[in-house]
């Protein structure tokens, strides 16, 4: 419970815009004929683009984004605004204001983002008519869309993270006896400390070996060829998500350990759940869309290029971007609304349950929140996983052979492997409620996953992988002949 000297407020006023009372009806019926007609007439836009092959172009490509930004954009203030005029309930809770301000600013960036990637494209299309369907690519296309979302969600989560410590400062100066702290003191790992200087070695190492390991995968796939399919595409950003993953919480541990220095402000320890989170959840999508992949490759391998083209490719990716974004935010935003009794956090990264354990709020809606996306990001990706790997095995079962098998085994082993490192760690701390009270265990399992997984998955797929052994070969004779 928060205390009654509490100076914080549950919910905004929205004063409106100033009309008469008795206009009230008017413009009610004008706002909302605005708002239908730009709904419907982007609809028909993007159902037009769709549906006729002639607007298959870039122009009109940026077009359909930008018909789905506005109707975005506009409904994160106009249907409130109808509402308020209409019920005269003026109130606004603070989350509902926070997701406001966050929507409102991530689809007024992206609408600004499209129409300069569109500018672009009128400049290629006048400048350089000749080379216009070389240069605007559908794959540079994509790659502007991706980008334009990206950049918007880091601007919006930016402002809306310092907005929440906007008011944190402003609780933590009204009231002496607030039970919010400007700061959190991460204990660490539990480790005598005349070791700390063999586990700093230790740890140190193994997140250089994650992060050059990674990147090596990358720079392979780049590289050669032969691995532009859609298999090293997504392994290719499950390799990015590990290096981020891994940065998250590892150089700050390695910092703690190192100055003995363990406390982290507030915005610092909010945008490091945030991002665990995001990459978390990142990883959970990719792993699934290539064992999606396997699958494809496996039961249906004649139609494997048609149902695996790059658009699919591109499209799995962007939505499991989006939504990890969406379940941080979640997170986040109902995180920042709680007060904090203790500042100690027994772990040594900003776990979302070490956090919760210190708030002297309500967290029945963040536990909520938690349970439920915890089952879409977590749980549903298991159950397609499993459901992929169930189809592989009826098909490798129809036609039994030893050529058979190995070639299954070839083609899904290294993912296997991945899955069981990743889903074992999760469900090793998740599904033993009896057990996960002892803090050792929940941090061995931390380690588990943000520094052991994220170092093994490059040798998986390098090790047992005949054509990331060729792309590995290839790179280093060519480094051999020019040195």
Known sequence: MRRNNQSTVSEFLLLGLPIRPEQQGVFFTLFLGMYLTTVLGNLLIILLIRLDSRLHTPMYFFLSHLAFTDISFSSVTAPKMLMNMYTQDQSI????CISQVYFFLFWGDLDSLLLTSMAYDRYVAICHPLHYSTIMSQSLCIFLVIVSWIQSCASALLHTLLLARLSFYRRTMRSENQSSVP???LLGLPIPPGQQGVFFTLFLGMYLTTV???LLIILLIRLDSRLHTPMYFFLSHLAFTDVSFSSVTVPKMLMDMHTKYKSIPYAGCISQMYFFIFFTDLDSFLITSMAYDRYVAICHPLQYTIIMREELCVLLVA????LS???????????TQLSFCANTITHFFCDLGAILKLSCSDIFLNELVMFTVGVVVITLPFICILVSYGYIGATILRVPSTKGICKALSTCGSHLSVVCLYYGAIFGQYLFPTISNFIDKDIIVALMYTVVTPMLNPFIYSLRNKDMKKALGKLFSKGTFFS
Do not use: K, R
């Not at 939505?319 to 989006?322: A, D, G, L, P, Q």
């Not at 974004?325 to 995180?335: E, I, Q």
């Open 325 to 335: 974004c969406a379940s941080s935010l979640s997170h986040t935003l109902l995180l």
């Open 93 to 96: 809770s603070y989350a509902g």
């Open 319 to 322: 939505v499991s971007w989006i």
């Open 212 to 214: 050059l390991g990674n």
């Open 183 to 185: 700061q959190f003191l």
